[in-house]
């Protein structure tokens, strides 16, 4: 069986990080701001956030899988079962490569549920640059998790028929 993918436009994808954005990360900060109010949004944040390191890793595996591409795509394979092997480590590192993405979906989207609430009840100088600051952030979030979308299909491994 044939599955016939097209690949999505520019406006398509960005639509639909979006919509992921508010799936992963806003829905989930109105409930929890709806249910355990300011201070269990600021602490349900907190507890989605991982620490540095584990970005750094999640980064590297990106790269380690675009190096995988590159290799895949235009070393060449005299036999199958080379063919095979770059084959299976193309998929597998098509897998662990882009688990950022869901990372940065929800940030995109739970980020303007922190900053809104800021500014409610914190109308400082000091707070409205928090809030701009995480709102950019989650704009920069959103366009890195359309930018890995794009990369992931891109990067497809595919069955090359003769």
Not at 30 to 59: A, H, K, M, N, R
Not at 150 to 157: C, D
Request: proline share 4%; hydrophobic share 50%.
């Amino acid at each position: 069986m044939h599955i016939n993918q097209k690949r999505k436009t520019t406006s398509h994808l960005l639509f639909d990080e979006i919509i992921c954005a508010i799936v992963f990360g806003s829905i989930p900060c109105l409930l929890v701001l709806q249910f355990s109010g300011v201070e269990g949004l600021v602490s349900f944040f907190e507890g989605i956030t991982p620490p540095d390191y584990l970005i750094y890793y999640f980064l590297l595996l990106t790269i380690l899988h675009s190096v995988v591409w590159a290799i895949s795509k235009y070393s060449l394979s005299l036999s199958d079962s080379s063919r095979t092997f770059k084959y299976r480590l193309h998929a597998l590192s098509y897998q662990v490569g882009f688990n950022l993405v869901g990372f940065y979906r929800a940030i995109a989207g739970s980020l303007p549920f922190i900053a809104i609430p800021i500014l409610i009840y914190d109308s400082t100088g000091n707070s409205i640059l928090k809030a701009i600051f995480m709102l950019l952030f989650s704009i920069a979030s959103l366009l890195v998790a359309y930018w890995l979308t794009y990369w992931q299909q891109k990067t497809a491994p595919r069955i090359k028929e003769f």
